[in-house]
């Protein structure tokens, strides 16, 4: 037996928490950091680290724990109350990025004869729909602009975002057998909703019932990650939809069990942040192959960030003027939900292992989500600058009745 995953485990731990802590000094979250961690030990520059059958096991669990904590988080009883408008700004969101990067992608590797050609294409979009609000919010919050309704529409759209990007996910994930009919795609969709929906319904009443009888005891903890993993492995086994949908629906089941869903999460965070989440962001650096760019990927990673940008900018800003928002606050709007992060990397991950986004556009991929990190604060400063009522901080009772559960995606 080699122990060298012992000394992989250690090295990834101690340079993604150094480089995670210097992008934090400059205040970036510490994913940027973990990423160019991983591109640092990885082949591409160190050759410290190389992709092993245990790092993608463990990234892979570690994938898991970050959607559980992205659907334990989102509050839906507070996800009403940010209205429709929320709604439709997410939904603009999501295609205008998701039809920038299919036209991206087809304009540099549009290749008629793969049958797969159409799906490789719909990944990339996908990873263009996902946004990261972390970095949002703390501007917003220097800003004094957090509880505004500007603020709030971003918050709102986030969490809807993050929503419809899993759907599209999912669905494209099921279209990955070329074999497989379109209507047995759809049939096995449908039925892993009503899935969800039966087992969620059973399994909320549950964890109530555990909450009742053991309050905040660590076993409830077990309980709901067993209740992910499980979750997960009925999503691939029985539905060929990916693993990382059915742990993000069972953070949903306990998103409304207030305390418990606090408690589990206060658990379950820990466990990623020690351990799994920075094995997860590293081996994404790792596939990061550098040696590999050229001209044209250069360009390609050049113009799929530049329509990351703008994508979010028209579809959110476009979807905020529908709703009435003045054009200076819809800009602004469309700034906020500029930033990539998790999700993005996750959908990259989920394409890669599926053979529809090859390996050598990680580096692009890697690029949106650190440049869009990077330029999302100083965009949103700037475009936040012009008092209008739309972001002005709502009183206390407003914010109350008005304030999304901030997700962390």
């Known amino acids: 037996m080699s122990y060298d995953f012992l000394l992989t485990i250690a090295i990834i731990m101690l340079c993604t928490k150094l480089f995670g802590l210097t992008s934090e000094r400059v205040h970036m979250p510490q994913v940027v950091g973990a990423l160019i961690a991983g591109v640092l030990v990885g082949p591409s520059v160190l050759g410290w680290v190389g992709e092993t059958d245990f790092l993608v096991k463990t990234a892979e669990i570690g994938v898991i ?25 997410a939904v603009i969101g999501v295609i205008v990025p998701l039809i920038g990067g299919v036209g991206c992608y087809m304009l540099f590797y549009n290749d008629p004869a793969d049958s797969l050609n159409l799906l490789k ?35 709102g759209a986030a969490v809807i975002d993050d929503i419809l990007g899993i759907v599209v996910l999912t ?57 992910a993993f499980l979750m997960s492995y009925a999503a691939e086994k029985f539905f060929g939809i990916a693993d990382i949908t059915g742990a993000y629906f069972a953070g949903i089941v306990l998103c409304n069990i207030s305390e418990m869903r606090d ?40 113009l799929l960030t530049v329509v990351a940008i703008l994508s979010k900018i028209i579809g959110c800003g476009l979807g905020a003027r529908i709703m009435g928002f003045q054009t200076y606050d819809s800009f602004s709007i469309g700034l906020g939900m500029i930033s990539r992060g998790e999700v993005a990397l996750i959908v990259a991950q989920k394409g890669a292992q599926a053979s529809l986004i090859d390996p050598h556009l990680f580096p692009a991929i890697v ?5 869009t990190t990077l330029v999302t604060p100083i965009l949103l400063k700037f475009g936040m600058r012009r008092q209008t009522p739309a972001n002005t901080e709502f009183t206390p009772q407003q914010a109350e009745a008005h304030m999304p559960k901030v997700s962390k995606h």
């Not at 659907?71 to 709604?87: I, P, Q, R, V, W």
């Not at 996908?126 to 971003?154: H, Q």
């Not at 094995?279 to 550098?290: D, P």
């Open 171 to 227: 669905i494209l994930t099921a279209f990955t057998d070329p074999s497989v009919q379109p209507v047995l795609v759809f049939g096995r969709i449908v039925l892993f909703f009503v899935f969800v929906l039966i087992v969620g319904l059973l399994m909320h009443k549950a964890f109530i019932k555990m909450e009742e009888r053991w309050h905040k005891h660590r076993r409830i903890a077990i309980y709901a990650l067993v209740f």
């Open 121 to 155: 294409a719909g990944f990339v979009g996908v990873v263009l729909t996902a946004t990261s609000v972390s970095i949002t919010v703390e501007t917003l919050r220097e800003l004094g602009k957090l509880k505004s309704k500007v603020g709030t529409a971003i918050l």
């Open 367 to 371: 690029l949106v989500v650190i440049v």
């Open 263 to 302: 408690y589990v999460a206060s658990k379950t965070n820990v466990l990623g942040y020690m351990l799994f989440s920075p094995l997860f962001f590293a081996s994404i650096g790792i596939k990061t192959n550098l040696e590999g760019l050229t001209g044209t990927l250069v360009l390609f990673a050049v």
């Open 65 to 89: 724990i970050l959607m559980f904590n992205a659907g334990l988080d989102t509050d839906m009883e507070e996800l009403k109350k940010t209205g429709f408008a929320s709604f439709i700004i």
